[in-house]
Each structure stands twice: as C-alpha cells, then as structure tokens.
C-alpha cells in the first residue's frame, strides 16, 4: 500500500500559464506541474528565487489530477454528460507596458496581453511521496492547513473558495487511482504521473532550477473509467 495525500482546488477562477511571450497568455485546462509546485512552495514558505528547496520540493513529489467538473450532479445521465465537458475558459485584457519581444527586447510601446482563465473548475489532487523526498507528505500537508504565503489557483488572481487540504492525513491506497476512487467525487478525467494507461500526453511544465523560467518535458497519463 500507498500514501497519497488529497488536496482539493476550487475556486471561481484558475489559470494554469501555458508557454507565452507576454502579449498572450493562454491557459492549460488541468493544473500544471510547475503551477502545482509553485502553490506547494507558497504554503511552505518557499521564496521563487530559492531554487534550490524548490527544486528540492519538485523531486519529492508524484502528482495525479482529477477533473471534477459536473461530478456533482444528482442525475447520472448528467453527471455523464457533464463530465466530458472542459472547464469555461474566458479572456480577460491587460495593457502591458515594456513587454518582451520574441527576441528578448523590451518593447517601448504598450502591448495589449491576453490572458485566459477557467471559470467554475475543480480539481482533485492525489499527491504521492518519492523515494528519498526531502519534503514528505505530512510536511505539506501541514503547510497546506496553515500556509506561510497565501496560495492560489496559478494567478494572484484567482484566490481559494476553500482549504486546500480535502484530508488531514494521507490515505493508503494501492495505487493513485484506487486512491482517488476513495474521494468524492468518482468519475472524472485522471492526469496522473505513473502509468496507469495506454493513453500517455506530453506536456512541457517541469520547472527547471534555473533563475529563468524554463520547463521540461514529460510524460502524463490520461485515465477515464469506461463509458467516461
């Protein structure tokens, strides 16, 4: 058996940054890596320019997400339905003023940035401790219950609508997904690290430890229950 400690994100507004050069930045439609990581370090006091305890952090943990969008329906044929569907992704307007070019200059003049958003969207997250994990799963957990900076979903913008920590201690579990079958509520779209399908996606958001903002790539595997 396993330990997996569950979090909880829900909030009216998320934004999980894709790849951008200022004047549009789009949003992944599940929480990213690099995004989870940043709201781990966030409860534990971790400074952005601490590279090392972040990247300390980012080796210690595997991390499986559960979209729950429309799993709270009392109507099974609903539930169904609205389970397929992805979370609503709106565009909000900015006038930046000395945005980067692609190059790397500075442009004199304002850039209007687009920035993207899901609205009414709810992940499940199942968080497993690695071997040799300089911070373990009580660590951040109890960070999670009395955080050091104030968390958010991705953006200083989009503040929690509840705790972060769905249980206070870890559950056991054979694996991530009979871990998250445990936690109402069951049925949605699984993104989890280990393969625990034949339906792998790559994605490039492992930060690296870097004073810049530079990623990775990886492989993440899409689990859904049959019929889903």
Same mark, same amino acid.
Request: aromatic share 8%; hydrophobic share 35%; charged share 25%.
């Given at each position: 058996?396993?330990? &997996?400690?569950?979090?909880? *994100? ?28 940043? $709201? ?8 952005? =320019? ?14 499986? #997400?559960?979209? %729950? ?11 169904? !339905? ?9 565009? %909000? &307007?900015?006038?930046?003023?000395? !945005? ?17 958003? $899901?609205? %009414? +969207? ?6 497993? /401790?690695?071997?040799? +994990? ?5 660590? #951040? =957990?109890? !960070? =999670?219950?009395?955080?050091c900076f104030t968390p958010v979903l991705g953006r200083r913008s989009c503040p929690l609508a509840r705790p972060l920590l769905e249980t206070t201690k870890p559950i056991e579990a054979a694996d991530v997904i009979a871990a998250l079958m445990r936690v109402e509520p069951v049925g949605g779209?699984?993104? !989890? /690290? ?6 792998? *996606? ?6 690296? =430890?870097?004073? &810049?903002?530079? &990623? ?9 229950? +049959?019929?889903?």
């Open positions: 058996m396993r330990s &997996f400690l569950i979090l909880r *994100l829900d909030g009216p507004m998320q934004s999980w940054g894709l790849h951008s050069f200022e004047d549009y930045r789009p949003t992944n439609h599940f929480p990213t890596r690099s995004g989870l990581i940043g $709201l781990f370090g966030a409860c534990l006091g971790i400074e952005r =320019a601490d590279q090392d305890r972040l990247s300390a952090l980012n080796k210690s943990v595997e991390i499986a #997400i559960r979209d %729950d969008q429309g799993l709270d329906s009392g109507n099974r044929d609903e539930l169904v !339905a609205s389970s397929e569907k992805s979370p609503q992704v709106a565009t %909000d &307007f900015h006038t930046v003023l000395q !945005a980067r070019k692609v190059g790397g200059r500075v442009n004199r003049y304002p850039v209007v940035s687009r920035r993207e958003y $899901l609205f %009414d +969207a709810r992940f499940t997250i199942a968080i497993g /401790e690695r071997a040799g +994990a300089q911070f373990n799963l009580e660590r #951040i =957990a109890k !960070a =999670a219950q009395h955080p779209t699984i993104y !989890a /690290e280990e393969p625990v399908s034949d339906q792998p *996606l790559g994605l490039r958001d492992v930060p690296r =430890a870097t004073p &810049f903002r530079q &990623f990775d790539q990886r492989l993440i595997y899409v689990h859904r229950e +049959a019929g889903k």
